[in-house]
C-alpha cells in the first residue's frame, strides 16, 4: 500500500510555488522509484536528459532538477546500474524574452549538463525520441494565444471591460483555445519523449472559496483606471489575461483525446497562504504578478513604469481591501500528473 503523502501546505506568500513544487517532487521520487526503467530507457545511450519547460529565472527549477536526477540515480542503482556511469542533460526551457542569463548566472554548483532552450513549448523544442523526463510546473496555466471570438465586438463572446473569463461564452472560448494547446503541447512532447519515458506537470486548477479571488482584484484596478483616464478604455476592452485553469476533469480528458500517454497518477493539492496582510507580504505577491505580466502590459497599453507603478500599487491596496491574502478564501489548489509516453500510438 502507497504511503499517503502530505497533499496540503501553508506557506508564506513569498514561498508559495516553492512550498507547492516540494509537496509533489515527493510523488515524482516515488514514481521514479516504482515505475521508471532507467535500464531500458538508456539501452543505446548513458545520457539522462530532462527538460525544465516554463523553468523562468530559477530557483524552483534547479530545485525540481536535483529532486528527480537524486531519483534517477537511486533507481539507477536499485536496478544494478552504477549511478556514476549515467550522464545527466539538462535542458532548460522558456519563452525567448526569459532572461536566461540570470538563470544560469545561478546556475548551482551541479552533476549536469546544462543548456537553455528558448522557445515557445507549443510546437517541438527538441529532436524525436530524444527525452527521458519532462517536468512542467506552473507553467501550462498560460494560452498561446487569447481566443479571437472575445475580442470581436459582434461575437456573444465579446469580453469588452473584463479581463479574465466570468460570463459563459467567454470561459467556453478559453476552454477551447487551453484544449487545442495542450494538444499541440503533448503532441510535441509526444514526439520528443521516448518510449516509456515521464512527462510531469503541475497546473493550478480553479481557485476554491468564498469572496473575489485575487484576478478579481487585478480586473477591478483596470476598470478603475479606464474611468479616470489613466488607462485607454479601448485598450482595456481588448486586454485579457493569458491563463486558464482547467477543472481536474477537463484536464484529464484532453490527456486522454490526445492518446499519445498513460495517466500513471494524478494527485490534487492545496496551498493556503498564512493570512498575512502587511504591506511588505501583500507589496510581494503584488511583484511576482507584476513579473508574470508587465511584459505583456506595457507593449498591449503603450505605457511605461510610471503607469506599472500606479497599476500595481493599486493592486496591492485592492489585495488587501478584498481580502484575497488573509480572509476565508484564500486557498490554492493545484492538479499534479504524471504521464507516461505509451509505446505505440
Ligand atoms: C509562473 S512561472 C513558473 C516558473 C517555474 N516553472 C516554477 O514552477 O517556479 C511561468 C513560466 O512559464 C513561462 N512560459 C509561459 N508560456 C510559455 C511558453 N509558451 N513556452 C515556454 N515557456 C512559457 C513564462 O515565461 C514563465 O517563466
Not at 34 to 63: Q, R, Y
Not at 110 to 123: E, I
Not at 213 to 229: K, N, R, T
Not at 251 to 271: M, P, S, V
Amino acid at each position: 500500500m502507497r504511503a499517503e503523502k502530505a497533499k496540503y501546505i501553508y506557506a508564506k506568500n513569498s514561498a508559495f510555488q516553492k512550498a507547492g513544487i516540494e509537496l509533489t517532487l515527493e510523488f515524482i521520487n516515488e514514481e521514479i522509484a516504482s515505475k521508471l526503467e532507467v535500464t531500458k530507457l538508456l539501452s543505446n545511450s548513458k545520457v539522462f536528459k530532462i527538460a525544465d519547460l516554463g523553468c523562468s529565472i530559477g530557483p524552483n527549477t534547479f530545485l525540481a532538477v536535483q529532486s528527480i536526477i537524486d531519483a534517477v540515480k537511486l533507481k539507477s542503482k536499485s536496478e544494478g546500474l552504477n549511478p556514476e556511469s549515467v550522464e545527466f542533460q539538462v535542458l532548460f526551457n522558456d519563452v525567448v524574452s526569459n532572461d536566461f542569463n540570470t538563470l544560469f548566472k545561478s546556475l548551482p554548483e551541479r552533476q549536469y549538463f546544462a543548456a537553455a532552450v528558448p522557445r515557445t513549448f507549443y510546437g517541438l523544442l527538441f529532436p524525436e525520441g530524444s527525452l527521458h523526463l519532462v517536468h512542467a510546473s506552473y507553467t501550462l496555466q498560460f494560452l498561446s494565444e487569447i481566443p479571437k471570438e472575445i475580442l470581436d465586438k459582434n461575437s456573444p463572446a465579446w469580453n469588452g471591460g473584463r479581463i479574465h473569463y466570468s460570463k459563459k461564452e467567454v470561459r467556453e472560448a478559453y476552454s477551447a483555445q487551453y484544449a487545442k494547446d495542450m494538444n499541440l503541447f503533448l503532441s510535441a512532447r509526444a514526439k520528443e519523449i521516448i518510449p516509456g519515458g515521464f512527462l510531469a506537470a503541475l497546473i493550478p486548477i480553479p481557485h476554491v472559496g468564498d469572496g473575489p479571488s485575487h484576478v478579481d482584484a487585478f480586473e477591478s484596478c483596470f476598470i478603475d483606471m479606464a474611468i479616470e483616464g489613466l488607462l485607454e478604455e479601448d485598450k482595456v476592452d481588448d486586454f485579457n489575461l493569458p491563463v486558464y485553469s482547467p477543472s481536474e476533469d477537463e484536464f484529464k480528458a484532453i490527456i486522454e483525446r490526445n492518446g499519445h500517454f498513460t495517466i500513471e497518477r494524478t494527485e490534487k493539492t492545496y496551498r493556503e497562504v498564512i493570512p498575512d496582510a502587511s504591506k511588505p507580504s501583500v507589496k510581494r505577491f503584488a511583484d511576482q504578478t507584476r513579473s508574470g505580466f508587465e511584459g505583456l502590459l506595457k507593449e498591449h497599453f503603450g505605457v511605461g513604469n510610471e503607469v506599472m507603478d500606479e497599476l500595481f500599487d493599486r493592486y496591492a491596496e485592492k489585495l488587501i481591501e478584498f481580502g484575497t491574502l488573509s480572509g476565508s478564501h484564500k486557498s490554492f489548489v493545484d492538479f499534479f500528473v504524471l504521464l507516461k509516453r505509451k509505446v505505440q500510438s
